[in-house]
């Protein structure tokens, strides 16, 4: 009689590389470390934190508070924080004035930082929608999102940023053309250094809902604006267009590109993975981050198993890391 063959069952068995948690890590194809975690923060005006209902465990944070978390990042070895900004609702206008300011809480929040903790990197958000009253992230007339006149005060922002410090500049307006206007604005502005991380492929997503509550901005779709954001945003069932977003915002001097939302778009990460070999980085946005709180704290999930599980989800998928509210707890869980 002949032997069995040995590639099938029951000479083979591949439970045989999953009996121990040393085997598990011997054989692992892809890990998660503190370095893969970009720090998802929300900087306000005043004094002291200010709780986000609707994301536990995540509060706006003071200038100066935003300068001991830098100080956190780099003990924890997060390499780089992206910061948003909540200001006063009496202070947004309908075309976001005050995203250009020099004194702004950005501008503010980006000098504390590098002076408290140089070594961390600092990514902000090029987009109007923190500033204006409307919500939108650009310009409108008529009820319309205006590409090119969005692009000149996005770049007045941007330059503001640079200026102040900031490292990755991070366009999430999804306007046309946007990137290769902030790269023409930073060589002119002698600011080649500074890194553009665009959000490529951003998709007009249910799931930024507790970020218009962290950074205070009302329902969409009063005074004549559109309800939402699905003329700039992408739509959420396009993998092609994707790509083709992918591909220009690279042509047009991008760095480093984004998917975002995160995990319900983790097909669109490894696409975009395989076809550029560009460093891709996916945003674990904020509605991702809710649904595994809400659920930790009824007891019908576990909380730091979910936060590890989604987090290296996206290794799995290819991405060179992940913009995420879990950064410093993450980082603690791994051992940092
Ligand atoms: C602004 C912006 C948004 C997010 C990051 N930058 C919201 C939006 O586009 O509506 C979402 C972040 C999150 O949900 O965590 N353009």
Redesign the pocket.
């Known amino acids: 009689m002949s032997p069995p063959p040995l590639a099938a069952y029951p000479a083979l068995r591949l439970r045989r590389l999953r009996q121990a948690d040393w085997i598990r890590r011997m054989v692992r194809e892809s890990v998660l470390t503190p370095a893969d975690l970009i720090w998802?923060m929300v900087v306000h005006e005043g004094d002291g934190e200010v709780p986000v209902a609707s994301m536990p465990g995540v509060s706006r944070l003071s200038v100066k508070e935003c300068a001991k978390a830098a100080v956190e990042a780099r003990k924890l070895g997060i390499p780089a924080i992206a910061i948003?900004p909540h200001i006063d609702g009496s202070k947004k206008d309908a075309t976001g004035s005050r995203a250009a300011d020099p004194n702004g809480v950005i501008a503010n929040a980006v000098k504390a930082m590098k002076d408290a903790a140089p070594e961390v990197g600092i990514m902000c958000?090029v987009?109007l929608?923190p500033f204006t009253d409307h919500g939108h992230?650009g310009v409108i007339e008529n009820g319309k999102i205006l590409n090119d006149p969005t692009i000149e005060r996005l770049v007045e922002q941007g330059l503001i940023q640079a200026q102040a410090g900031c490292d990755i500049l991070a366009p999430?307006?999804m306007m046309d053309g946007r990137c290769a206007a902030l790269r023409t604005a930073l060589e002119g502005a002698g600011l080649q250094d500074t890194m553009i991380m665009s959000?490529a492929a951003?998709f007009a997503s249910a799931?930024?809902g507790?970020?218009?509550d962290a950074i205070g901005s009302g329902k969409l779709g009063t005074g004549g604006a559109p309800a939402d954001?699905k003329t700039y945003?992408m739509d959420s069932a396009n993998t092609e267009e994707a790509l083709r977003e992918v591909a220009l915002d690279i042509a047009e001097g991008a760095d480093m590109v984004m998917v975002?939302p995160g995990m319900p778009y983790l097909d669109i990460v490894s696409r975009v993975v395989e076809t550029f070999q560009m460093p891709t980085f996916a945003?674990q946005?904020?509605?991702e981050?809710a649904m595994i709180m809400a659920a930790a704290q009824n007891g019908w999930i576990d909380e730091e198993r979910a936060i590890l599980e989604s987090l290296g989800a996206f290794k799995r998928a290819g991405a060179a890391g992940v913009i995420t509210?879990f950064a410093p707890r993450a980082a603690k869980m791994l051992g940092a």
């Open positions: 998802s948003f958000d987009a929608d992230d999430s307006d959000y951003k799931f930024y507790p970020y218009r954001k945003q975002k945003f946005v904020s509605g981050y509210y």
